[in-house]
């Protein structure tokens, strides 16, 4: 049984809404936050990097999220990592810190939104969702039902993005809708 069944949404409720993610861009980069001419890099391609711990900065259409201390990934327009890629290494020539690895064909993507996402994820994930600590503009690496994911929360209501290796997402999915059981019968 494929969960989306050929369509981008594989459940709509007032209480969870699940659907795939339209296809984009996802480029690791890995550089030095503390030189101006990295981050003037980043800038010049319309990417603000966030440099506290577990957010994200930009919008539905570009954005970076944190990774780690000089790691992030960056979201784009699907087929634009190759113009990103080239427009940072033509800024950066030669820099050993610098690493740009294209994964947009590594991951799929699930957007969640609804009444009860938050209860929903707290059945596998062990992160405090709560909207006061997980709001809009926050991102976490994490654990969802065995699998290892990235969230990042869209709106303080209950829209959340999973990113998950490919691997991972027919199981997460399957995970996802029978863990949604309870809360479409509402």
């Known amino acids: 049984m494929d969960p989306f069944a050929g369509s981008r949404v ?3 409720s007032d209480a969870i809404r699940m659907e795939l993610a339209r296809p984009r861009a ?16 980043i800038r010049g391609t319309g990417i603000r990097l966030p440099v506290e711990p577990n957010t994200w900065a930009g919008d539905d259409e570009r954005a970076a999220i944190w990774l780690g201390p000089d790691e992030w990934l ?4 699907d087929g634009e990592a190759a113009t990103f890629e080239a427009a940072v290494r033509a800024a950066l020539p030669g820099d050993p810190w610098l690493s740009l690895v294209d994964l947009s064909h590594n991951y799929t ?3 969640l939104s609804g009444s009860r996402v938050r209860d929903l994820l707290a059945k596998g994930c062990p992160l405090d969702l709560h909207p006061k600590a997980f709001r809009a503009g926050c991102s976490a690496q994490t654990m969802l039902a065995k699998s290892s994911v990235l969230l990042r929360a869209l709106e303080d209501g209950g ?6 290796r490919n691997s991972f997402a027919d199981y997460t999915a399957r995970w ?5 059981t309870e809360f479409l019968r509402e």
Not at 26 to 41: S, Y
Not at 74 to 77: C, G, I, L, Q, W
Not at 159 to 164: G, H, M, P, T
Request: aromatic share 8%; glycine share 8%; charged share 15%.
């Open 176 to 180: 996802l809708l029978d863990a949604a």
């Open 74 to 77: 960056v979201v784009a327009p």
């Open 159 to 164: 829209v959340v993005e999973i990113w998950l």
């Open 26 to 41: 996802a480029i690791n980069l890995r550089g030095r936050p503390g030189d101006a001419g990295f981050i003037a890099a």
């Open 10 to 12: 594989a459940v709509e």
């Open 109 to 111: 993507t699930f957007l």
